[in-house]
């Protein structure tokens, strides 16, 4: 069986020589790297990753954790982490905490006992002063999608507030008199954000806020068609919706047809996310998008500038991704592109 040992041997160099070919190529002459590599090919070499972080004190692996592996939303997200880090020699370790604080303390404690190199936390329902479990064992790591005030920190993110209103405003220019809202759950800071942009729409137009057209949902395609449910029962048919996120919009949509009215014509709907799907469905579904894939590889490369320097306090950014409204058939618009707010 190989060992770095005896590649030693037959490459006529130290076992240090090596180990440096293998952790730190760029150290060694071209000449006896080559060498090396070609008795590495010869005898099949794997190295031992256990053995190699023993010495390294590194693992080549990062923790993603991500609230819903179901959602289209976050496979995106992995992708653009991914593509960062496996150019790098990067393995990615994948956790799903169903939006559950308890669960995603428990897979940060279980990727930390991995010794990851660094945390990627997607949407995370944790409070400031729990990351000190991370940042005790000076783990580097990244939030990603939530802006977290008052914190040393990095965060890549985006305004849901802003999106909210965009959506809320764009239906209200657009003429709709009534326009109701199905949340995300409450006891998550995007939803609250969310509502706070649609409650500030309204309010800056001129529109009464009643609480009676804002029903929770649960983030999934059944409570979006269960919320509009609730809202036709006990408010009648409103205008139009602004919906959280896009597979509530999508459930929306579908109870909408089966309560015997059309998208848009009776009832016209705004989603959040820009999922693939939006653009397929019919009508096709106007939404806020906030690219995704582009917020994966941000936060990748942020961490990646943190694994890889040898200083032991690093500066924590905050990067803002700005969200759009993308208009399609199902607001009453033929489908284009419009920016409302610069």
Same mark, same amino acid.
């Given at each position: ?160 507030? =802003?999106? $909210?209103?965009? @959506? ?5 220019? +657009? &003429? #709709?008199?009534?326009?109701?809202? *199905? ?63 896009? =597979?509530? $919009?999508?459930? @929306? ?5 089966? +309560? &015997? #009215?059309?998208?848009?014509?009776? *009832? ?51 990067i803002f991704i700005q969200p759009m409204l993308k208009v399609r058939k199902s607001c009453g618009y033929d489908n284009r592109i419009e920016e409302?707010?610069?």
């Open positions: 069986m190989a060992n770095i040992r005896k590649i030693s041997e037959l490459a006529g160099v130290s076992v240090a020589t090596v180990s440096r070919v293998l952790n730190n190529p760029s150290t060694v002459s071209e000449e006896t790297r080559n060498r090396v590599i070609q008795v590495i090919e010869e005898m099949n070499y794997v190295p031992n990753s256990i053995a190699r972080s023993l010495t390294t004190n590194r693992t080549s692996t990062i923790g993603l954790i991500i609230p819903n592996i179901l959602n289209p939303l976050y496979p995106s997200i992995a992708k653009g982490v991914e593509d960062v880090f496996y150019k790098k020699g990067y393995n990615i370790l994948l956790s799903n905490t169903e939006y559950d604080a308890k669960r995603e303390k428990a897979c940060i404690e279980m990727l930390l006992s991995k010794k990851v190199d660094g945390l990627i936390i997607c949407s995370s329902a944790l409070k400031n002063t729990e990351f000190n479990i991370i940042t005790k064992q000076k783990v580097p790591f990244v939030l990603l999608g939530d802006y977290v005030e008052d914190s040393d920190i990095n965060v890549v993110y985006t305004d849901y507030l =802003l999106g $909210a209103y965009m @959506a809320t405003t764009h239906l209200i220019k +657009a &003429g #709709y008199k009534t326009i109701a809202h *199905i949340s995300g759950p409450m006891n998550r800071r995007v939803s609250i954000e969310k509502l706070e942009g649609y409650k500030k729409a309204l309010c800056e137009s001129g529109y009464k806020y009643d609480d009676e057209y804002v029903i929770t949902g649960n983030n999934q395609i059944d409570g979006g068609h269960l919320a509009l449910k609730k809202i036709l029962k006990k408010k009648g048919k409103p205008d139009a919706i602004f919906v959280a996120n896009d =597979l509530m $919009a999508l459930g @929306a949509i579908e109870a909408i047809k089966v +309560a &015997g #009215y059309t998208v848009p014509g009776d *009832i016209a709907v705004v989603g959040f996310d820009d999922i693939d799907v939006a653009s397929l469905v019919e009508p096709k579904l106007t939404t806020i998008t906030h690219p995704v894939y582009r917020m994966g590889l941000t936060a990748a490369r942020l961490l990646l500038d943190n694994v890889l320097t040898e200083e032991e306090e690093c500066f924590k950014q905050k409302i707010f610069s």
